[in-house]
């Protein structure tokens, strides 16, 4: 999912729009000196795991900004229940390949 998101960043890129790829390697405990520096230096925030949306990275980082008064538009990208599939096939479902990536990125030059 790495590889995918910062392929999704550059394709951003080519577009004009700036985004950030930054590695929160565990849910707990939260890297919380980056999640600030997140939290005050972007307007949106696209949280992408490889696995279950609720409880999982992209729910701590929407409590953390919460409780911390950041206020970024977040969008969670993560999986949901799939029957079977290829990875490709189930990433694409889950919304987690490079084109949804892409997507949920590129929505910060349409605001």
């Not at 707990?28 to 949106?44: I, M």
């Not at 696995?51 to 950041?70: K, P, T």
């Not at 993560?78 to 990433?91: A, H």
Request: proline share 2%; charged share 25%.
């Amino acid at each position: 999912v790495g590889n995918a998101a910062a392929a999704a960043i550059r394709r951003a890129a080519a577009e004009g729009v700036s985004a950030a790829h930054i590695d929160l390697r565990f849910a707990k405990p939260l890297d919380t000196d980056r999640l600030h520096a997140t939290g005050r230096k972007f307007r949106r925030i696209v949280t992408v795991e490889d696995g279950a949306i609720a409880g999982g990275v992209g729910s701590a980082v929407l409590e953390f900004m919460n409780r911390n008064g950041y206020a970024p538009e977040i969008d969670m990208l993560g999986d949901r229940f799939v029957r079977q599939g290829t990875q490709s096939q189930l990433r694409a479902i889950c919304g987690i390949d490079e084109r949804s990536i892409y997507e949920a990125i590129m929505k910060s030059k349409q605001q």
